[in-house]
């Protein structure tokens, strides 16, 4: 598919890294596999793609993709029930396969089952019946001693540990700890989603306690999910906290949506059309999740 944009679009698309794309095989509809979304993204000049899924780890399919298409994908896990929830021995195996990203639980995040109607398409499949996960103890402030495991083996690695859809407090707790532990990349992830919702107070402060980066993802201003965000809200969290500590990225890949990198030219256009320079917006979309990635 050939993207039209103009050139300023197009060159700020050049070199981009989408850290966050849902691809098929899924149980869920996905409008690109894996192959095919390295294959487009190559064509239109990006660097890196990364690929997840909220049920089973991406990382060595990510290398498959990467070997038939000759462009870096790469992968990650997602701890919810399928893997075992939080479980650092999933963790373990899927950063010795090469996985980038550990995702804090989504899906399957007590916050999450709590307000399933939030994305509904999703919400379907999970049923009524499971009991969300929760990162802390009974005293409600301190980490579970598996979460801590796990907070090691990715400070170990030097791997990406992503906050998921948990709660404001257990984002909190998990941010400190895993600073403490010697993770190095820390990556809010849609904070502005409406079934995350922290307020620029909340990811202010997350960035104080040693969150590297707040993720804005344009699917959360789509139809994909039942309560929209504005679009210019992400302009004005951007604003409000700077671009050297935000990443730009998609969250694409559902079957109603743009292509991802299509979806990532339009996400573009409109930060640079609410007023955001193409230097931030660069750092961005390629300085800030390269550094995050150590490519």
């Known amino acids: 598919m ?8 197009m060159d700020l698309l ?8 849902h691809s098929a095989p899924d149980v869920y509809p996905r409008i690109q596999n894996d192959v095919e979304l390295a294959m487009q993204a190559k064509e239109v000049g990006m660097q890196a793609i990364v690929v997840k899924n909220h ?14 298409t000759d462009f870096p ?3 990650g896990i997602a701890l919810n029930l399928p893997v075992g929830g939080l479980n650092p021995h ?9 996985a980038k990203i550990v995702w804090l639980p989504t899906l399957h995040a007590r916050k999450f089952l709590q307000n399933k109607s939030h994305v509904k398409n999703l919400a379907d499949e999970l049923g009524d019946d499971i009991k969300g996960i929760y990162l802390l103890e009974q005293d409600d402030e301190t980490l579970k001693p598996e979460v801590l495991k ?3 083996l990715i400070a170990k690695r030097n791997a990406i540990l992503a906050t998921g859809h948990v709660t404001l407090k257990e984002a909190r707790i998990a941010i400190k700890a895993a600073a403490n532990a010697g993770v190095k990349n820390i990556i809010v992830t849609h904070p502005l989603a409406s079934f995350v919702n922290y307020s620029l107070k909340d990811m202010k402060e997350m960035i104080d306690m040693g969150a590297t980066y707040l993720e804005h993802v344009y699917n959360d201003t789509t139809r994909q999910v039942g309560h ?7 302009f004005e969290a951007v604003e409000g906290i700077g671009a ?12 109603l949506n743009p292509i991802p990198s299509q979806q990532m030219g339009i996400y573009i256009k409109d930060m640079l059309n609410y007023g955001l320079n193409p230097e931030d917006i660069r750092t961005m979309v390629t300085t800030n999740p390269a550094a995050a990635l150590g490519i």
């Open 2 to 9: 050939r993207l039209r944009f103009d050139s300023v679009v």
């Open 14 to 21: 050049e070199g981009a890294i989408d850290i966050h794309i």
């Open 55 to 68: 049920f089973f780890p991406t990382a060595a399919r990510a290398q498959l993709a990467t070997d038939v």
């Open 73 to 75: 994908v790469y992968g």
């Open 90 to 98: 999933a963790v373990d195996f899927a950063l010795k396969m090469g």
């Open 150 to 152: 796990i907070l090691c």
């Open 228 to 234: 929209p965000i504005d679009r210019r809200s992400i």
């Open 244 to 255: 050297k500590h935000c990443i730009m990225s998609t969250d694409a890949g559902q079957w």
